[in-house]
């Protein structure tokens, strides 16, 4: 008695639970990996990259510092742009796998949303290390899954970390 009142809890949670599911978001991918990350993610990770730097030359050392509200601006949206670039590398048809490749995006949603916080802090150090972390998140995932690179590696990919 007790199983089949069971059962239909069940069959009445099957029947009007997935009736009523809504449908799947109608997401649209409009580009591959390798357009990704050469319109998307590469200019946006240079963004970071250039935003604080020390440049030496012959003479003189110029230390490289986002000042105005604009620029800091202009560093925290690049950073929301990686780090929101990790969930569009996850979508299908662009994810090579449900796994390690997913791990990898994740590491670039982390370390990008690291650069974000360093920014909204107007913090240079921190947008430093945060671009550190990018560049290990970024060399990570081409380590393992572009063949050339992979190549080079016959042991295994290693892990790219400070
Ligand atoms: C989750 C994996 C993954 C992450 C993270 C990732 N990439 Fe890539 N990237 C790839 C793959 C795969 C390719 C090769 C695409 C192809 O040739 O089809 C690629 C290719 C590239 C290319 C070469 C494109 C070309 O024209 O051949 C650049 C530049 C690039 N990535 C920059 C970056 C930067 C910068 C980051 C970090 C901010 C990054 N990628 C993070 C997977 C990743």
């Keep these: 008695m007790r199983a089949a009142f069971l059962l239909v809890a069940v069959s009445a949670a099957l029947l009007f639970g997935c009736s009523s599911a809504p449908p799947p978001p109608p997401f649209r991918p409009i580009t591959d990996v390798k357009e990704l990350m050469n319109s998307v993610i590469d200019p946006s990770a240079d963004v970071i990259w250039n935003s604080v730097a020390t440049i030496q030359s012959v003479g003189q050392t110029e230390e490289r510092r986002p000042h105005t509200d604009e620029q800091w601006t202009a560093v925290r949206d690049s950073a929301i742009i ?3 670039s990790g969930n569009l590398l996850m979508m299908v048809p662009r994810a090579k796998d449900g796994d390690v490749w997913m791990k990898m995006a994740q590491g670039l949603i982390d370390a990008g949303s690291e650069a974000r916080r ?12 945060a671009g550190a972390n990018i560049y290990y998140a970024c ?21 790219v970390t400070k």
């Design 82 to 84: 990686v780090a929101e």
């Design 118 to 129: 360093g920014a909204e802090a107007k913090n240079p150090d921190a947008v430093f290390d």
């Design 139 to 159: 060399s990570n995932c081409h380590v393992r899954y572009i063949d050339e690179i992979k190549n080079v590696y016959p042991n295994g990919p290693p892990d």
